[in-house]
């Protein structure tokens, strides 16, 4: 479980993750956000419906794909949060249609 | 289309791309830099600015000295993009990019490609499970946001594993264990070139004060391992590691991997830029001249994203390849660019001297590169096993490419990225040729996943 040890997160928006409201710093990304909330079970993988969630947070590994404002395959590593946004895990299955 | 046309595009804002932007500035040319993260540093100064408000000493010195450099470009003219994403960079110098899903098209007379380095894959039994991300991931969310795990395992080798590790429990963080891989071989072979040790003496005293330190936190130090695994069925349950022949477990819910740097080769590759096998550093390395000029006309490389030097020769070989881009287009003569190179070159000899010996110490071992068990997971985008691949070798498959045709292995969305460089000593140690007969794959634009929206936004910028 990640936590933060800035004493001072800055101004906090809301989220929502799977319709769940997160207060999150406004300053962090996606997938930071939602490490911090405790989230880290992203995405499941098309072929073997294995868990997956953030690798390497740079934008090389594309492990932390979710669907983002009713966008999948969103790089959520790169993305900022903003006020209202609507996060949720894609599942799309080897047949290439979302579940 | 019209593109705007820019003297010097920069990709990448690293210490290489920010070095040589504030010198084309101060020698008027006009300047583009383009960076993918929100806010100048590269990933070795990351969130530089907001850790200086913050005040979080515990990242210590070495990310401190690149404040000022931060601060330079800041105050210089030259025009910065971030949150920019390069998809493609065409050998006639047009750089395609996105922000904010709208993409657009520029120009440069001279392109300077510094996207920097990237952790080497890792591939080990379990390195795709939650909750194990690589240690430059645990940097990252540390200098962004201050986030950390407490009580995490550390696995690898590399000065970077060192410092974040350092990094963690100088700000008071328990890890759990740091399971080092360091061959014990490299000891020796790293002392042959003594000339680079004697050099490095500052650094290797850091290194060996900050193993104490780490140990002394009351994190456990195991080494001399001949195999290590990380178990779970979701997510990480345990690690394990095999011991004077013995397999002992660790129970844990967080590890960090770290295998040392390689330069990243997307953008480069793409735009027809040659390259070499680096025994060495065992990783690809771009070819360059001695001013960081690629095989493609008007094309330069610098800092990691050709060869592994470190931040601090990142800088030089910013500054020493855009003061021959200058001089490329006229700017400067080139007298000028001799004499005002030469101290940005002293400099980076002086790095390049400890290269060799820090290159010894810490180049990976081959069965951290090649993976083991026939189970592991190389191919993290379309879940390719060793296995498959062996398969296909077994089948007639040659190289790279062709492998692509018989598993898809490289095809996903990190197009190669974390597992090409695997793929190539993989066909290499099991075809018995030599890496650079294996080759890598071929790096074909975008590099980086567009929405047809956005190539469709194209038109109008």
């Not at chain 2, 001249?289 to 330069?300: F, K, N, W």
């Not at chain 2, 292995?409 to 294996?438: F, H």
């Amino acid at each position: 479980m990640f936590r933060s040890i800035n004493s001072n997160q800055g101004e906090l928006i809301t989220i929502y993750f799977e319709n769940k409201a997160l207060n999150v710093p406004k300053d962090y990304n996606v997938a930071t956000a939602l490490l911090w909330a405790g989230v880290s079970d992203f995405r499941k993988t098309t072929l073997n419906n294995e868990s997956r969630g953030p690798y390497c947070v740079m934008g090389l590994c594309f492990d932390c794909l979710i669907n983002i404002n009713g966008l999948d395959n969103q790089q959520s590593c790169t993305i900022q949060v903003s006020d209202g946004m609507k996060i949720k895990r894609q599942a799309i299955n080897s047949s290439g249609k979302n579940e | 289309m019209s593109s705007a046309e820019y003297d010097i595009i920069i990709i990448g804002a690293g210490p290489a791309g920010i070095s040589a932007a504030i010198l084309a500035d101060q020698h008027k040319a006009n300047v583009l830099v383009l960076d993918e993260n929100c806010a100048p540093g590269g990933q070795i100064y990351r969130a530089i600015e907001k850790n200086q408000q913050n005040d979080n000493k515990w990242l210590g010195q070495s990310y401190q000295d690149g404040l000022s450099l931060v601060e330079d470009f800041r105050g210089s003219r030259v025009n910065y993009l971030h949150s920019a994403t390069v998809w493609h960079l065409s050998s006639t110098k047009i750089v395609h990019y996105s922000v904010n899903g709208k993409a657009h098209s520029v120009k440069g007379r001279q392109i300077l490609v510094a996207t920097g380095a990237q952790e080497r894959p890792f591939p080990i039994l379990g390195w795709t499970l939650n909750g194990v991300m690589s240690a430059g991931a645990a940097q990252i969310l540390l200098k962004d946001s201050g986030l950390i795990c407490d009580n995490a395992v550390f696995i690898g080798t590399g000065p970077l594993l060192y410092l974040i590790a350092h990094q963690y429990i100088s700000a008071g963080i328990a890890i759990k264990a740091i399971i080092d891989t360091t061959p014990r071989g490299n000891y020796l072979r790293a002392m042959r070139h003594s000339f680079g040790a004697l050099k490095n003496a500052k650094n290797i005293l850091q290194g060996w004060r900050w193993k104490r330190e780490i140990i002394k936190s009351g994190a456990l130090y195991i080494s001399n391992i001949s195999g290590v695994r990380i178990n779970g069925s979701d997510s990480v349950t345990s690690v394990e590691y095999c011991q004077k022949g013995k397999w002992k477990n660790l129970n844990c819910k967080h590890v960090f991997l770290h295998q040392g740097v390689a330069p990243e080769l997307n953008v480069s590759l793409s735009a027809g830029c040659e390259k070499s096998w680096n025994t060495r550093q065992a990783c690809w390395t771009i070819d360059v001249d001695q001013y960081g000029q690629s095989s493609v006309e008007g094309i330069s490389i610098a800092g990691d994203a050709s060869s592994i030097t470190g931040g601090v020769a990142a800088a030089q070989k910013g500054s020493i390849a855009v003061l021959n881009m200058l001089c490329n287009m006229g700017l400067i003569s080139s007298n000028d660019r001799e004499v005002l190179s030469k101290p940005f070159i002293k400099k980076l000899s002086k790095e390049l001297i400890a290269r060799p010996f820090i290159d010894a110490l810490f180049k990976p071992h081959l069965r951290y590169r090649v993976p083991q068990d026939s189970k592991t997971v190389v191919c993290r985008c379309e879940e390719v096993t060793l296995a498959q691949i062996k398969e296909s070798i077994g089948l007639g498959c040659k190289g790279p490419s062709q492998l692509k045709s018989f598993t898809r292995c490289g095809m996903g969305p990190c197009q190669g990225r974390l597992c090409g460089l695997s793929v190539t000593e993989i066909l290499a140690k099991e075809l018995g040729i030599r890496e650079e007969q294996v080759g890598y794959y071929n790096i074909r634009p975008p590099i980086k996943p567009v929405t047809l929206a956005e190539l469709a936004s194209l038109d109008e910028s």
